[in-house]
C-alpha cells in the first residue's frame, strides 16, 4: 500500500468508553492504523461503501497490549471501539487532517448491525449518543 501518514492522534479512556462509530466524507476521507499502547479495546470497522458487495458489514477486533496487533480501516469505512480496561491508550495514524465539517457517524446501537461491543453499559459523548441509526444512514461513499 502506498500510503503517507499525516497526523498521529492519541486518546486515553477507562474502561467502557465507547467512541464511533466516525468516518469523515470526500474529499477529507481518512484512512487510519490503529493500535493500543496500553489496555485493550474492541475495535469495529463497518463498511459504507454504497457499491460494496459488504455494504452494511462489519468486523470485529481486539486490540491489546498483549497481542500487538494493528489495523488498517480504510476510507469507506466508519470506525469505533470500546475501552475493556481501564487506562487504554489507543493511538492512531491519519492519511489526512481532521476536517471538523467533514465529519460523520452511524449509531453505534443500530439494532439492525447487532455489533457485539463487549461492554454492557457504555459511556458516550453527547456527539455519539445522536449519531444516525445505520437504517436512516445515507453514506457519502460510492
Given at each position: 500500500m502506498d500510503l503517507e501518514f499525516v497526523q498521529d492522534n492519541q486518546s486515553l479512556s477507562q474502561k467502557n468508553i465507547l467512541r464511533?462509530?466516525?468516518y469523515q466524507t470526500p474529499p477529507y476521507a481518512q484512512g487510519k492504523l490503529v493500535r493500543v499502547i496500553n489496555g485493550a479495546v474492541r475495535d469495529v470497522v463497518l463498511d459504507i461503501r454504497k457499491s460494496s458487495s459488504t455494504f452494511g458489514q462489519f468486523k470485529v477486533f481486539d486490540l491489546t497490549?498483549?497481542?500487538?496487533e494493528m489495523l488498517y480501516v480504510p476510507p469507506g469505512f466508519a470506525h469505533g471501539f470500546a475501552t475493556l480496561e481501564d487506562h487504554t491508550i489507543f493511538t492512531y495514524k491519519c492519511t489526512d487532517?481532521?476536517?471538523?465539517e467533514s465529519?460523520?457517524?452511524v449509531l453505534w446501537s443500530s439494532?439492525?448491525?447487532e455489533?457485539?461491543?463487549g461492554i454492557a453499559?457504555?459511556?458516550l459523548s453527547e456527539k455519539d449518543k445522536h449519531l444516525?441509526?445505520?437504517s436512516d444512514f445515507q453514506s457519502p461513499f460510492d
Open positions: 464511533g462509530l466516525h497490549e498483549q497481542n500487538f487532517y481532521y476536517n471538523p465529519e460523520g457517524g439494532p439492525e448491525l455489533i457485539p461491543w453499559d457504555p459511556v444516525t441509526s445505520f
